[in-house]
């Protein structure tokens, strides 16, 4: 395999009006009819204060070639299996620091239940999630972390390509079935991790035709609306499937407990503790993994691709050495970085090596050098859990945009978009993407984000071709080498 997992041409910039055939006030028109949509079934977060608030919709979609889709997913599989080989090396054979990055992190019922990754869990990440940025200089898009903890999100992103692409069928005057006809070929996240998790099931000896599901998330999970959405979807394709508390899920009552809450979300005593403390006992997706999403290791796998020694100690493939060396420069921040940090303050990021939602992060460009200078120091002399990591920034296209933000709400104004690609380490494993939209070069939909509807290119050119008279001549399936791939997966 070569160097370059992702096209080298820049496929995800494009996103103005005339690309999709389509002036600026039918887009508005079409993402307004697609959110309405959209939330009415679950695109929506759930609040401390019990309130519910829509999930912003981008009126522009992503259109994506099936080539490029598919490159992302490859390249994200390679960083999941590189990861996982390079923990449990580090794990084994690593330095002190690596392993206070590790494990150092967690506590009580999360850490005992990491211990049992590499020896009991048969796999340590039924599904992940790779969160990418598209370079404004153009090339491959460039992978910024892992998320194999609570890889979300296939509801949401769904709900937005569909509604968008039943919307524009009908703004083009087709008939709904001409619509859903489109929705078939795009292909579903949701039905892609239904897939996998049956797989995993039948790896794990299962034989139920349509195992049970039980999906466990924390009391007040702002992602609530889409693990219902989720049972829905189960339930209608067979599955007895119920949305579950650590403490009312009793997992030995449901084949596949798909987890959705962190171990140190999880009491003790809650039923739902003894699953994740035997992952040898039960087909957990996922198992307790969060060291997979430690930044230290991401960072020491990009050290693989100067390090030769390091990747061949781990065992890395070509293909995993090749996506370790399509990622952006990382290192475990220490005092010895810190003059080059300082003098080159636009061009790194720093983060803490175990944190989530973009919570921690720090763009150089974005502070001022006193700032800057003052986090990276105080940054580079801690060492609890990891301490932080140093990542070259990659500076993410943005372009105008409209948000749908609420009933009769919408903003305009320039949004960075990443592309967030689902993976996992079984043969049968999703691969498709979702994209998120934001203001903020840290984009996170719990941070005020939106998500851009994803549409395969031969989606979109499908539907600008279909006239109303033809439409029952509508193509349902996607083109042959990607019919198994959700949005590409």
């Known amino acids: 395999m070569t160097d370059s997992l992702a096209p080298q041409r820049n496929d995800v910039a494009d996103t103005s009006p005339a690309s999709h055939g389509f002036t600026d006030g039918e887009l508005r028109a079409i993402g307004r009819a697609a959110a309405t949509d959209a939330w009415s079934q679950g695109m929506t977060v759930h609040r401390p204060d019990g309130s519910v608030v829509p999930i912003p919709l981008v009126c522009e979609p992503q259109v994506l070639p099936r080539a490029t889709l598919a490159s992302v997913a490859a390249e994200a599989k390679a960083i999941l299996s590189g990861s996982v080989k390079l923990a ?17 992190p967690f506590r009580g019922l999360e850490r005992e239940a990491l211990r049992k990754l590499f020896a009991g869990a048969p796999c340590p990440a039924v599904l992940a999630r790779v969160d990418f940025l598209v370079p404004e200089a153009g090339g491959a898009p460039k992978a910024l972390e892992l998320n194999a903890t609570i890889p979300a999100m296939q509801a949401y992103a769904d709900l937005a390509a569909h509604g968008w692409i039943r919307a524009a069928a009908a703004r083009r005057g087709l008939p709904p079935s001409a619509g859903d006809a489109l929705v078939n070929r ?7 991790l239904r897939e996998t998790l049956v797989h995993c099931y039948r790896v794990r000896g299962g034989r139920r035709e349509h195992p049970s599901i039980a999906l466990v998330a924390r009391p007040g999970d702002a992602q609530l609306a889409e693990q219902r959405r989720l049972a829905e979807h189960f339930r209608r394709r067979g ?114 090596n175990w944190d989530y939602g973009g919570k921690s992060v720090s763009l150089g460009a974005e502070l001022a050098p006193e700032d800057w200078a003052r986090r990276v120091r105080a940054a580079a002399a801690e060492r609890e859990a990891g301490g932080f990591v ?51 070069p840290v984009v996170n939909i719990l941070g005020g984000g939106g998500l851009a509807p994803v549409v395969p290119e031969d989606v979109l050119e499908a539907l600008r071709a279909a006239e109303p008279a033809r439409a029952r001549r509508v193509n349902t399936r996607p083109p042959r080498t990607a019919r198994r791939l959700a949005h590409g997966a």
């Open 186 to 192: 795009c292909g579903s996240h949701m039905e892609a």
């Open 390 to 440: 140093v990542q070259e920034r990659v500076f993410a296209t943005r372009a105008p945009a409209t948000r749908i933000t609420g009933p009769g709400a919408e903003e305009r104004g320039l949004l960075y978009r990443d592309i967030s690609t689902y993976t996992g380490l079984l043969d049968v494993a999703p691969g498709g993407s979702v994209v998120r939209a934001a203001a903020n």
């Open 239 to 352: 599955h007895h499937a119920e949305t579950l508390l650590p403490a009312t899920c009793t997992p030995e009552e449901f084949d596949v407990p798909y987890r959705h809450v962190w171990a140190h979300r999880t009491p003790a005593e809650a039923p739902f503790a003894c699953a994740l403390l035997a992952p040898e006992s039960y087909v957990l997706a996922n198992p307790v993994n969060g060291l997979l999403e430690a930044k230290a290791l991401f960072a020491r796998l990009s050290e693989c691709a100067e390090d030769e020694r390091l990747a061949k100690r781990a065992g890395l493939d070509d293909r995993e050495r090749a996506a370790a060396r399509a990622l952006p420069w990382t290192r475990r921040l220490d005092a010895a970085l810190v003059p080059r940090l300082v003098a080159e303050r636009k061009s790194f990021v720093i983060k803490r």
């Open 88 to 104: 449990r090396h580090l794990l084994r054979a690593g330095d002190p620091r690596d392993r206070e990055a590790l494990l150092g």
